[in-house]
């Protein structure tokens, strides 16, 4: 018997979005989520774009319509691991992994500050450590604690055992789950900078990502929103962006990933509200400024302290008597080599797709880069940066139209 129930691959905002539009109208939605929470990668930026909200904003916003929504269900630390059937009539096996916490959420800040064992904290993209025992952001959804089991030590085991909350014992377990059509909203990952050795990642002290300079500059990051050198927690006073690092580039990413511009522009802007003297150098191969961003783009580069210099980095280095950095830059106007010192370099690493490197066990048509490219004619659509390279405004339009047509193919429309 066909299925009017929906499936969504990804709990960020995209899968969020399409989850929501299909199930006011009426249909059941399931959304399978890797990771303990909601939100995706908008849940790690300090703001985004077009209003320059805080991802708070947003987000809880659609946690509410979660809340009251009884059609929509969702299991977090689930993955899909098999597809069966055809349009109309899918059998999905998800497995989904033990959170070791229950349903209700008791203050367990005493708890983690009482554990000895620090893991790196991926959420922060290195640049802190956590318990593990542990909740991502105060808002982060569901407004549940997860255990990273695996890391504990014995000490902190025994502790954890005489938690109420917690449950040790929890086991993994499998579903399946009947659905007409399915939805995949992935997202994307941040390009791997460690491949990217000529430009300092990995080497260099203060020599940080995009990201990682969202996460510095979130007032939930591990510096409570102080943009701080990693290297000696000091405020930086000059600081370089390089543009197109590892992107249009036949080793590493061929395409524009759409919004790393815009990104930096508005981290500019971050360095620029917190420290009033300090001088940001944006390089750049072209500013590329999509339709209503132009605007936002003349407004930061008509203040005195953002340079925009057209040229390409061709090398990012340790200062060897500290912890500055030196940068080497061919000036495409100019046609001249110059070298400049800075006290922290941030990396504007392209989009790729979560896709890249893995797989679905769904047969869907994917390009070189990881990017869906079909199965719609299988009932299956792919939505936000799944799909291709967008900010969050684009991310959640494109998946308001994967919802429609996957509700069309439900409806056998």
Request: aromatic content about 8%; charged content about 25%.
């Amino acid at each position: 018997m066909a299925s009017n129930s929906i499936l969504v691959i990804g709990g960020g905002f995209a899968g969020i979005t399409a989850a929501l539009e299909a199930a006011e109208i009426g249909h059941e939605v399931f959304i399978i989520e890797k990771t303990p929470f909601l939100g995706g990668r908008v849940m790690q930026l300090n703001k985004y774009f077009p209003k320059l909200c805080p991802p708070s904003c947003g987000l809880e916003i659609q946690y509410q319509r979660i809340k009251n929504n009884p059609n929509v269900k969702f299991f977090t630390l689930a993955e899909v691991t098999k597809v069966d059937g055809s349009v109309g009539n899918y059998e999905v096996t998800v497995q989904i992994k033990p959170r070791y916490a229950g349903p209700s959420s008791p203050d367990l800040s005493d708890l983690c500050d009482d554990l000895s064992t620090e893991v790196v904290n991926d959420y922060e993209f290195g640049l802190a450590t956590r318990k593990p025992v542990y909740m991502d952001a105060p808002f982060a959804f569901p407004q549940r604690y997860v255990v990273d089991k695996a890391s504990l030590s014995d000490s902190d085991k025994s502790k954890v055992q005489k938690c109420d909350y917690l449950d040790l014992t929890e086991e993994e377990k499998t579903i399946t789950l009947s659905v007409g059509s399915i939805i995949i909203a992935t997202g994307w990952k941040p390009y791997d900078v460690t491949n990217l050795s000529n430009l300092g990642a990995g080497a260099v002290k203060n020599c940080i990502s995009n990201m990682q300079m969202e996460r510095l500059a979130s007032p939930y990051g591990p510096t409570n929103g102080a943009i701080l050198r990693p290297s000696d927690n000091r405020a930086p006073k000059k600081i370089a962006f390089v543009q197109c690092a590892g992107s249009r580039d036949e080793n590493h990413l061929h395409y524009c990933s759409y919004i790393c511009c815009m990104a930096s522009l508005k981290q500019a802007q971050y360095v620029r509200e917190q420290y009033p003297d300090a001088e940001v150098t944006i390089y750049y191969i072209d500013l590329r400024t999509p339709g209503r961003y132009d605007n936002f783009a003349k407004k930061i580069l008509a203040d005195e302290k953002i340079f925009a210099v057209k040229g390409k980095v061709a090398a990012v280095e340790q200062d060897s008597a500290g912890d500055d950095v030196w940068v080497t830059v061919e000036d495409a106007v100019s046609c001249s080599k110059s070298v400049e010192r800075f006290d922290l370099v941030v990396l504007a690493t392209g989009m790729q797709p979560s896709l890249a490197g893995a797989s679905l066990p769904i047969d869907v048509p994917v390009d070189a880069e990881g990017f869906i490219v079909g199965g719609e004619e299988k009932g299956i659509f792919a939505a936000g940066c799944a799909k291709q390279p967008l900010d969050v405004m684009k991310s959640a339009q494109s998946a308001t139209g994967a919802a429609m047509k996957a509700i069309q193919t439900v409806r056998g429309r």
